[in-house]
């Protein structure tokens, strides 16, 4: 499985972004979908995920700002960030639980700036 991550970059606190998350495969195969982020200096933490039911969960550092949802057809899943903080810079990766492994995309860098 390959994740391809896209729509990182900088932005002013109280700002939007909108991650994109592409899979090589059809994600109707994927367990779960979902982000994790790494500030510098810090452990990777989850974000938010999404199930095939389309379940979601969300880091309470983020509920009410941030909306994750899929799109089947496009085999794609998206992470819609509103009211930016400057806490929320981080790297942003996308993964997948597949058979009991995870995958993860290449990592996009959000900076948002006070």
């Known amino acids: 499985v390959q994740l391809q991550a896209s729509g990182g970059g900088l932005v002013q606190a109280g700002g939007s972004l909108r991650l994109s998350c592409a899979a090589s495969i059809s994600i109707f195969s994927l367990d779960v979908m979902g982000w994790y982020r790494q500030a510098p200096g810090k452990q990777r933490d989850l974000v938010a995920n999404?199930?095939?039911?389309?379940?979601?969960n969300y880091a309470d550092s983020v509920k009410g700002r941030f909306t994750i949802s899929r799109d089947n057809a496009k085999n794609a899943v998206y992470l819609q960030m509103d009211s930016l903080k400057p806490e929320d810079t981080a790297v942003y990766y996308c993964?997948?639980?597949?058979?009991?492994?995870?995958?993860w995309g290449q990592g996009t860098l959000v900076t948002v700036s006070s």
């Open positions: 999404i199930g095939t039911n389309s379940f979601t």
């Open positions: 993964y997948t639980n597949r058979l009991r492994q995870t995958y």
